[in-house]
């Protein structure tokens, strides 16, 4: 608009017919405001390139919107200067006169001549105005960091308020007494037995020891398990302690992974043989009767391959009697594991003999291949995270600076990453005969 309206002023100083004027107005202002609205037109088509939606979006409404203006400017302004040369040519309306200023010109030093004398109480109104809007902004404002409530019906936000029409109010669904469920729960250790950290326990959870013994294998998603031979693996924890002049001490044999106890045929003979073992005796009374429990499942995780079982857990428990107060064992626990993963139990538990609870099953010999030379030896660097593309010339060798980028999906934090690694290292196929291995990512952890 400026330009125009410059270049329409000039003209009337150079021409004097208005068919020229608007030519010569045209063919000077048409290219420069025609270059200026497409830089700002480029500039907003640049955001097509954005990876937002919205942005992209904006680019492509505000480069059409600019278009559209320089075009309606283009066609409406200049013979609009004209028209208000002819009906408009000063503050009373008179007709111009050839050789005169421009009329437009001197409209607008008439009005401006006019708005000097009250300069002084048109700012003083506005400053007054502004200050009461201001003052009554405040008065009326809140903030509010929450969502914004100017959502488009579309919108996740109001698609989930409509949803929640269809549900009747939380006081009325669950009642005014209704409480809020727990955000946590007590967990205890398998190994844990009895007392205070044993009170309350919504579950059991123990992290599976690895086994350097035992071949993974992807197929049977399977880890170190005490089910290869059909028995539970069992193990004792040191009863020793100070337990004063106590007369009785606790027996309890612990079973993981057993439907029942029924799938232990031998349950009272094996607590009577832990009886004998650490020096006690059976006593007479309700109190020292056989109790059965079923107990919270345990949970048996994994972390190096991510595997995990949930698991029932069953108790035979008995007070016994200290025949010996100095030599007696204070307490006999005894925790086995039945066609489970074995737990990273602390070293105060020791392996002991095993228990059966089905018919074991005959397996098939591992053939262990024979050991090669080490001349035969190749050495294999093995690296992850690479994009290999290779490239042949025709002409000379293959350009291996090109050949290669880094994988961009490739994220080592991820565990899933850091198993696969690990997995890569510890699952070396047996007929690439690995001789050994330095993987970093087995000391990770």
């Known amino acids: 608009v400026l330009l125009y309206g410059m270049r329409?002023?000039?003209?009337?100083?150079?021409?004097?017919?208005?068919?020229?004027?608007?030519?010569?107005?045209?063919?000077?202002?048409?290219?420069?405001?025609?270059?200026a609205s497409a830089v700002m037109i480029f500039g907003f088509l640049g955001n097509l390139i954005s990876s937002m939606k919205p942005l992209r979006q904006l680019g492509l409404i505000m480069a059409v919107v600019m278009m559209t203006a320089w075009l309606l400017v283009s066609l409406i302004f200049p013979p609009l200067?004209?028209?208000?040369?002819m009906y408009f040519t000063?503050?009373?309306g008179h007709a111009a006169k050839p050789g005169t200023r421009d009329n437009r010109e001197s409209w607008s030093d008439a009005w401006t001549r006019r708005l000097s004398r009250w300069r002084i109480t048109i700012a003083v109104s506005s400053a007054l105005v502004l200050l009461a809007l201001f003052a009554w902004s405040v008065h009326w404002m809140t903030t509010d960091l929450g969502t914004s409530t100017h959502l488009a019906s579309t919108h996740s936000l109001s698609l989930g308020k409509a949803v929640l029409t269809d549900f009747d109010a939380?006081?009325?669904?669950?009642?005014?007494?209704?409480?809020?469920?727990?955000?946590?729960?007590?967990?205890?250790?398998?190994?844990?037995?009895?007392?205070?950290?044993?009170?309350?326990?919504?579950?059991?959870?123990?992290?599976?020891?690895?086994?350097?013994?035992?071949?993974?294998?992807?197929?049977?998603?399977?880890r170190p398990s005490s089910a290869e031979n059909g028995t539970c693996k069992c193990f004792a924890a040191d009863?020793?302690?100070?337990?004063?002049?106590?007369?009785?001490?606790?027996v309890v044999h612990r079973y993981v992974g057993l439907e029942s106890l029924a799938d232990v045929p031998d349950a009272r003979a094996a607590l009577d043989d832990t009886l004998r073992t650490n020096g006690l005796s059976i006593g007479s009374g309700p109190e020292y009767e056989v109790t059965n429990a079923t107990l919270e499942?345990?949970?048996?995780?994994?972390?190096?391959?991510?595997y995990k079982q949930l698991k029932s857990v069953h108790e035979v428990r008995i007070l016994g009697i200290r025949d010996d107060r100095v030599r007696s064992s204070c307490n006999a626990y005894k925790l086995c594991f039945c066609g489970t993963y074995l737990c990273r139990l602390e070293s105060s538990w020791k392996a002991v003999a095993d228990r059966s609870y089905r018919s074991p099953e005959r397996r098939l010999q591992v053939r262990q291949d024979a050991r090669i030379r080490f001349s035969g030896v190749?050495?294999?660097?093995?690296?992850?995270?690479?994009?290999?593309?290779?490239?042949?010339?025709?002409?000379?060798?293959?350009?291996?600076?090109?050949?290669?980028?880094f994988l961009q999906t490739f994220d080592i934090r991820r565990p899933w990453t850091q198993r696969n690694m690990y997995q890569f290292c510890a699952e070396a196929p047996a007929e690439l005969r690995v001789e050994g291995r330095r993987c970093w990512i087995e000391d990770f952890r």
């Open 8 to 35: 329409w002023r000039e003209s009337g100083r150079r021409l004097a017919d208005p068919a020229e004027r608007l030519e010569w107005t045209y063919r000077t202002a048409g290219p420069e405001t025609l270059a």
């Open 170 to 222: 939380l006081d009325d669904a669950l009642g005014l007494g209704a409480a809020t469920p727990p955000g946590a729960a007590p967990v205890c250790g398998v190994q844990d037995f009895g007392g205070a950290a044993h009170a309350g326990c919504s579950m059991h959870w123990c992290e599976v020891a690895a086994d350097p013994n035992f071949a993974i294998r992807r197929d049977a998603m399977s």
């Open 239 to 250: 009863g020793a302690g100070l337990c004063g002049h106590d007369e009785r001490a606790p």
């Open 90 to 92: 000063g503050p009373l």
């Open 297 to 306: 499942p345990a949970l048996l995780q994994e972390w190096e391959m991510g």
């Open 378 to 405: 190749a050495s294999v660097d093995v690296v992850f995270g690479l994009d290999i593309e290779p490239t042949t010339s025709v002409i000379g060798g293959a350009n291996l600076e090109n050949s290669w980028a």
């Open 81 to 85: 200067c004209h028209v208000l040369e």
